[in-house]
């Protein structure tokens, strides 16, 4: 099963849906990805007696030539619209392991749902935390959660500017710890 998720060029929702799913491979816009090492881990498991296999792939994820799925070019106002890649990593992979491959595409009906107490409690956090920042004369900043709170950041750092996955973070190391593969 090939499970195309949203997020751009930066892979945090495929790398924390991936891990937290499960998943045996995880293809991110940050790691140029070889589908024959995506194969090799499939007919491992395989081999193992495992017989499925779920691969999660960011729509924004490239394969080593850099190629990227691209399903409408920018123009003015408008992002380039990318999406295609689960159809091409799960095509490549049939062919590459002889196993029926489907694919899902997890898009933006998908995205909403019920919110968890969690989304709740930061939802109020972040709103309060913006009302405090307005009453105390701030402007220009956001709310953002930290490890230890919520805090302010000046749009002027992270306007502009994507923030994509650190590829020495904990959360790729966790994911490599785990045995999945990142396609390198």
């Not at 196993?99 to 595409?105: A, D, M, P, Q």
């Not at 309060?128 to 956001?142: E, H, K, P, T």
């Amino acid at each position: 099963m090939v499970v195309e998720v949203m997020g751009r060029y930066a892979g945090w929702i495929a790398l924390h849906t991936g891990i937290a799913g499960n998943a045996h491979a995880i293809l991110i816009p940050e790691i140029a990805f070889d589908l024959e090492r995506v194969a090799a881990k499939i007919r491992q498991r395989e081999e193992a007696g495992r017989q499925y296999s779920i691969v999660l792939v960011a729509e924004g994820a490239q394969s080593k030539d850099g190629h990227r799925e691209v399903l409408a070019d920018a123009e003015v106002g408008h992002a380039e619209r990318l999406g295609g890649i689960g159809e091409r990593v799960a095509q490549g992979l049939a062919e590459r392991t002889s196993k029926e491959t489907r694919v899902v595409v997890l898009g933006h009906l998908l995205r909403g749902g019920s919110p968890t107490a969690f989304d709740r409690l930061a939802a109020l956090r972040f709103g309060a935390a913006a009302v405090r920042a307005l009453d105390a004369g701030q402007s220009g900043v956001m709310v953002a959660l930290g490890l230890e709170g919520v805090n302010y950041v000046d749009l002027a750092e992270v306007a502009g500017h994507m923030r994509a996955v650190p590829l020495d973070s904990d959360t790729v190391q966790t994911a490599r710890d785990l045995g999945i593969c990142l396609g390198d």
